[in-house]
């Protein structure tokens, strides 16, 4: 039997489901018609802010209006132009935003380097907190490899299945002197507790760090500065903290930067140019990936974007081209680097093997022509393909694991002239590489299926193909200006036509943060929110394949992914969900009724944009005492204000943007 709830819900998400294709339907005929017909301003306004940032926040449709709508686009078009310290000062703690990978991997070490220092190969960090940190993970590696050699199974380790009786019951006695150890600290100051923390055994201090989750978590970290933090939960897993910061850095901007087109295109050419941050040293990596190569080209030229990410240590490792050799190069045939007299010396087999250079490898050629530049359909082979692979060989990777950067291997390079997509490339070392790059970047092909991802984006999942086609001679003309190609997109009359309002469903992210920042909740912590989207089957810098995360109504639209958003919808607004307090002044004047505050709500909400169904469904629900709050013997008591909004955040209207 469903809750009441639950019917609720579903009832609302094939209402969602109907009116995302209806609404598609009658945009491909408006298409087809060609309409001049335009928005009124005020949904003008709201528009713009539902296709150019993550969400409108209340008052947000009245300073645009008083901006004008053209002009406060054309503020978002140049983002140094807007004031964003606010943002800064909320990021201010997260530490590793601010570091390179080298640093990274120093602070936060990864199990290579603590197997370095076992080994006598790398010295403890003379810093107290960064030493603390490494003897932790030094004793967790011991253990783990005296598991091995008693012939234990170490993959169980985390469910403690490996221990024998005598063991767990010695480690649930670890876990409550932790929990005890962690209530006696607890009352002293700050820099006490940390002294304190220091002085412990490592194992003590990776129980204690262990044992801290949730409330008590937070509490136990209150007044603690941001390096003091960082080194309490690092001592349980350094590199969930790089994780975490880069993820909770993802959703503050996402909520509370003034910059949000800048913020909406960062997320865009992530996901066009994916990385997996669950692959070995992309953890270390993603940091400078997403700050140093992504958002600085956001709004730049596509071809600096596309040398950027081709450049990146991440996608070099990602997709392995760090490993790609020449067949015909050097190091290829053994040629030590001090004699190239190719001559003197037989070919040798170069080992397969974990981590090993094993030859030509084919997948960021084959990606960079199919998801980066032109597309499935762009006229490229097989032959194509290979070609590329052979001009990318020696563009690697200095010591990847310890956060090295990008050089090129001239040894690694295959030799000789290559044909792409009929054009000949002289042999010339780096540069055969710089000239594939800029012939992608100018093709046509490439301007198209960028500009059909862009109007996909911001238009529809089926976008005009006339809309396309000026976009693209945009981005031929000026040669791959982003923010020219934009301003084509943002000025068309396909943007305004009135059935596009509302006629795209919000990703996962879309739909998390556009209701927080709807809702006016303050957040403290992101991880929950993180948590969340992991749940509806987006976590973040958490997709394996290459194609990044789809953009189109299908892949989201279904009753159980759309139950999942209503129970967030109705966390956030009852103040369920820990670190997002949501905001009490927004409550304050409603009418006591609780059809009146309904009312009230759809247009503070959603500016009274809600269809008959979906308001008729939320008001007869509102009838039973269970979910309006209000029993049928006291008619004084006020509404449940919190499910109404909850209510109308998973309503069919503001699932879509």
């Known amino acids: 039997m469903r809750s009441k709830f639950q019917q609720l819900a579903l009832a609302l998400a094939l209402a969602l489901a109907a009116s995302a294709l209806c609404a598609q339907m009658a945009l491909a005929r408006k298409d087809k018609e060609n309409s001049s017909s335009q928005m009124p301003e005020q949904k003008r306004a709201m528009h713009a802010l539902n296709r150019l940032t993550f969400g409108p926040r209340p008052g947000d449709s009245n300073r645009v209006m008083a901006m004008g709508v053209d002009q406060w686009i054309d503020q978002q078009l140049h983002p140094d132009k807007i004031d964003d310290h606010a943002l800064e000062a909320r990021l201010a703690?997260?530490?590793?935003?601010?570091?390179?990978?080298?640093?990274?991997?120093?602070?936060?070490?990864?199990?290579r380097a603590i197997k370095a220092v076992a080994e006598g190969k790398q010295s403890l960090p003379s810093d107290p907190s960064k030493r603390a940190v490494y003897k932790a993970q030094l004793e967790r590696f011991?253990?783990?490899?005296?598991?091995?050699?008693?012939?234990?199974?170490?993959?169980?380790?985390?469910?403690?299945?490996?221990?024998?009786?005598?063991?767990?019951?010695?480690?649930?006695?670890?876990?409550?002197?932790?929990?005890?150890?962690?209530?006696?600290?607890?009352?002293?100051?700050?820099?006490q507790r940390m002294r304190e923390i220091l002085r412990m055994p490592p194992e003590d201090q990776r129980a204690l760090a262990t044992s801290l989750k949730g409330d008590k978590r937070d509490e136990f970290l209150e007044g603690m500065d941001p390096k003091q933090r960082e080194?309490?939960?690092?001592?349980?897993?350094?590199?969930?903290?790089?994780?975490?910061?880069?993820?909770?850095?993802?959703?503050?901007?996402?909520?509370?930067?003034?910059?949000?087109?800048?913020?909406?295109?960062?997320?865009?050419?992530?996901?066009?140019?994916?990385?997996?941050?669950?692959?070995?040293?992309?953890?270390?990596?993603?940091?400078?990936?997403?700050?140093?190569?992504?958002?600085?080209?956001?709004?730049?030229?596509?071809?600096?974007?596309?040398?950027?990410?081709?450049?990146?240590?991440?996608?070099?490792?990602?997709?392995?081209?760090?490993?790609s050799v020449g067949p015909n190069s050097e190091v290829a045939n053994g040629i030590p680097k001090h004699n190239r007299r190719r001559a003197r010396y037989r070919p040798l087999v170069v080992k397969q093997g974990k981590g090993r250079r094993t030859g030509l490898n084919e997948n960021y050629g084959r990606e960079l022509m199919?998801?980066?530049?032109?597309?499935?359909?762009?006229?490229?082979?097989?032959?194509?393909?290979?070609?590329?692979?052979?001009?990318?060989?020696?563009?690697?990777?200095?010591?990847?694991?310890?956060?090295?950067?990008?050089?090129?291997?001239?040894?690694m390079h295959e030799p000789g002239d290559k044909i792409i997509l009929g054009h000949r490339i002289k042999s010339n070392g780096e540069k055969e590489g710089r000239e594939v790059l800029h012939l992608l970047a100018r093709h046509p092909s490439t301007a198209k299926f960028i500009c059909a991802k862009l109007a996909m984006r911001f238009v529809s999942d089926n976008p005009p193909p006339a809309l396309v086609d000026r976009m693209a001679q945009t981005f031929l003309k000026k040669k791959g200006d982003i923010d020219e190609v934009l301003k084509t997109l943002f000025h068309s009359p396909e943007?305004?036509?009135?059935?596009?309002?509302?006629?795209?469903?919000?990703?996962?992210?879309?739909?998390?943060?556009?209701?927080?920042?709807?809702?006016?909740?303050?957040?403290?912590?992101?991880?929950?929110?993180?948590?969340?989207?992991?749940?509806?089957?987006m976590p973040l810098y958490g997709m394996q394949p290459p194609t990044g995360y789809p953009m189109k109504a299908d892949a989201w639209v279904n009753s159980s992914a759309l139950l999942g958003r209503m129970n967030f919808?109705?966390?956030?607004?009852?103040?369920?969900?820990?670190?997002?307090?949501?905001?009490?002044?927004?409550?304050?004047?409603?009418?006591?009724?609780?059809?009146?505050?309904?009312?009230?709500?759809?247009?503070?909400?959603?500016?009274?944009?809600?269809?008959?169904?979906?308001?008729?469904?939320?008001?007869?629900k509102l009838r039973d005492p269970q979910i309006s709050g209000r029993k049928l013997d006291d008619p004084m008591r006020p509404p449940n204000v919190s499910t109404i909004q909850g209510l109308l955040l998973g309503s069919p209207e503001f699932q879509r943007r």
Not at 234 to 242: I, S
Not at 260 to 268: A, G, P, S
Not at 502 to 510: C, F, I, Q, S
Request: glycine fraction near 6%; avoid cysteine; charged fraction near 25%.
């Open 495 to 537: 943007f305004w036509v009135p059935d596009a309002y509302r006629a795209k469903v919000k990703t996962p992210l879309e739909f998390v943060v556009s209701a927080v920042r709807a809702s006016g909740a303050n957040v403290t912590d992101a991880t929950p929110l993180a948590r969340q989207l992991q749940n509806m089957g």
């Open 93 to 111: 703690p997260l530490r590793t935003l601010r570091m390179d990978a080298r640093k990274i991997v120093e602070n936060f070490p990864p199990e």
């Open 569 to 620: 919808a109705l966390a956030l607004t009852s103040d369920k969900l820990r670190g997002a307090q949501a905001d009490a002044n927004r409550t304050g004047n409603l009418p006591s009724d609780p059809q009146a505050a309904l009312a009230t709500l759809e247009n503070t909400l959603l500016e009274g944009d809600v269809s008959q169904q979906t308001h008729l469904t939320i008001a007869n």
């Open 370 to 411: 199919e998801l980066h530049t032109l597309g499935v359909n762009g006229g490229y082979t097989q032959k194509d393909v290979t070609e590329v692979a052979r001009v990318f060989t020696g563009w690697t990777l200095k010591q990847p694991k310890q956060g090295g950067g990008f050089t090129f291997e001239e040894r």
């Open 142 to 191: 011991e253990q783990k490899q005296e598991r091995k050699q008693g012939g234990a199974d170490a993959a169980v380790a985390p469910g403690e299945a490996w221990l024998t009786d005598d063991e767990r019951a010695r480690h649930r006695e670890e876990r409550l002197y932790a929990d005890l150890r962690a209530e006696q600290i607890l009352d002293l100051p700050p820099d």
């Open 231 to 323: 080194t309490l939960m690092a001592l349980n897993n350094p590199q969930q903290v790089v994780l975490d910061e880069l993820v909770q850095a993802k959703l503050l901007r996402a909520i509370y930067s003034e910059r949000q087109l800048q913020e909406v295109m960062t997320d865009f050419w992530f996901n066009h140019f994916n990385v997996f941050i669950g692959k070995g040293a992309d953890r270390y990596l993603l940091t400078s990936y997403e700050r140093d190569v992504i958002r600085p080209h956001a709004l730049g030229k596509f071809e600096d974007l596309l040398v950027a990410t081709a450049q990146s240590p991440a996608m070099l490792f990602y997709l392995d081209n760090w490993l």
